[in-house]
């Protein structure tokens, strides 16, 4: 039987090495696998939380640029320094904490630098809570605010704040004007068309007057005729009673020259039958007389009656052309002046005015993001938070103290054999 030489390092005498410290590299290597295992169980998970941010603006200029006040070193030198701890512990929501959070505050020049206006710093933070790893970032962040408005730039900060709030109360007073304007303007409409009405019953109103002027010429151009056939009448009387009293009195010539040359004059009998003939006979030619002097009166009143309405037909006719002129003129010019001022009152309430109001709410709603974004400092996105636990991370811990426990017993394998090999000389007590 050949003895094994353990002096001699070779692969055989390697591997019966192994083999003979294999309990001893098993157990130590489950010990280190227990170790991982209880190392995940007992270290409590990690989230991890992270923002950007970049110095915050606190002036802009007057073409609108912003203009920053801090650095890049200010905010890394606070974050690094917890100088936030002093507003953090003040909160009730981080009573339970007796040390400060560790915020780490990194610059990469080659992150999102293209963004105008400062270097972006990232913040990040491990805490066992996950909504109170950013619940602390978010603190952190308003405590750098905080005591940036209570700092020397605090000045510029509150100057540009109020200017932008006296700005902003300028604006919502024109945007007040405006509505005062659409209740003036809505009121002028409501007068316009009242207007408008007035002249639809003033062509009402015409049209009745052309009614009544057309039936006042119609009534009388029927008495004209009426009283012209009363004068044609009188006249044909006139003649007959002229005719009636020319025949008398020639009949009384007639009897006044048979009187004179025939009959005793003497006679009283025939005296006394002249004086009658001749009174009946003058009694009738007065009758005539009278009859042909009221005919000629009545002719003369009837042709100036006929004359009057005749006349007044004629300037009725006159007033109704003047009335259908104003109707077509007057009125129509009015009423295509109405509706031109309500059509450009309509278009100034429906489209100057919304868009004047529109530029104005625009102008405030600038002038509300200049001031939302003066703060001492500018967060840049949204703080995100890991959805899972980044620490611990359990298979790498298990893997590592696994193969660490592995290598180890290993050692301790060579370490042990190495002192049963050379156990007589270590043992041997030292020759002084």
Do not use: C
Not at 134 to 150: D, K, P, T, V, Y
Not at 306 to 323: F, V
Not at 390 to 416: C, D, E, N, Y
């Amino acid at each position: 039987m050949q003895i094994e030489n353990r002096n001699i390092f070779t692969l055989p005498a390697l591997l019966n090495i192994l083999f003979r410290g294999r309990w001893i590299i098993a157990a130590v290597t489950v010990l280190g696998l227990l170790a991982g295992i209880g190392y995940g169980i007992v270290v409590k998970p990690l989230y991890l939380a992270s923002v950007q941010i970049r110095p915050g603006i606190v002036a802009y200029t007057e073409q609108g640029s912003p203009l920053r006040g801090w650095v890049r070193e200010d905010l890394v030198h606070y974050f690094e320094s917890s100088l936030y701890w002093q507003d953090m512990k003040a909160e009730e929501r981080f009573k339970e904490m007796v040390a400060p959070p560790i915020i780490r505050a990194q610059f990469v020049a080659s992150a999102i630098q293209f963004m105008a206006g400062g270097d972006v710093i990232t913040l990040t933070n491990l805490d066992t809570g996950q909504a109170r790893s950013g619940a602390i970032l978010e603190s952190a962040m308003a405590s750098f605010n905080n005591q940036g408005f209570r700092d020397t730039l605090s000045s510029d900060l509150n100057l540009t704040r109020k200017g932008i709030e006296v700005r902003m109360l300028g604006i919502n007073h024109e945007i007040d004007l405006v509505e005062a304007k659409e209740d003036k303007i809505s009121l002028e409409i409501v007068q316009m068309q009242g207007e408008q009405k007035l002249i639809e019953y003033e062509r009402q109103k015409l049209v009745l007057d052309l009614k009544t002027l057309t039936g006042e010429n119609a009534w009388r151009q029927r008495a004209a005729e009426n009283v012209l056939v009363e004068v044609a009448t009188a006249t044909k009387r006139l003649k007959a009673a002229e005719a009636m009293l020319e025949s008398v009195m020639r009949t009384e010539n007639d009897a006044r020259e048979a009187g004179e040359t025939g009959g005793n004059p003497d006679d009283p009998v025939v005296e006394v039958l002249k004086q009658t003939a001749g009174r009946e006979q003058a009694g009738r030619v007065g009758e005539l007389l009278l009859t042909v002097n009221e005919l000629s009166n009545t002719i003369y009143e009837g042709g100036v009656k006929a004359d009057s309405l005749l006349a007044r037909i004629s300037a009725n006719e006159q007033e109704m052309k003047r009335l259908g002129l104003v109707g077509d003129l007057v009125l129509a010019k009015r009423e295509t002046d109405v509706q031109r001022k309500i059509g450009d009152l309509r278009i100034r309430l429906e489209k100057e005015l919304p868009h004047e109001r529109a530029m104005l709410n625009t102008g405030l709603q600038g002038e509300m993001v200049k001031l939302h974004n003066i703060a001492p400092l500018e967060q840049v996105g949204n703080i995100t938070i890991s959805d899972k636990p980044v620490r611990p991370r359990k298979l790498r811990a298990m893997t590592l103290l696994t193969i660490m426990a592995f290598f180890g017993s290993l050692a301790l394998v060579f370490v042990r054999e190495y002192y049963l090999v050379n156990r007589e000389e270590i043992t041997r007590p030292t020759r002084i």
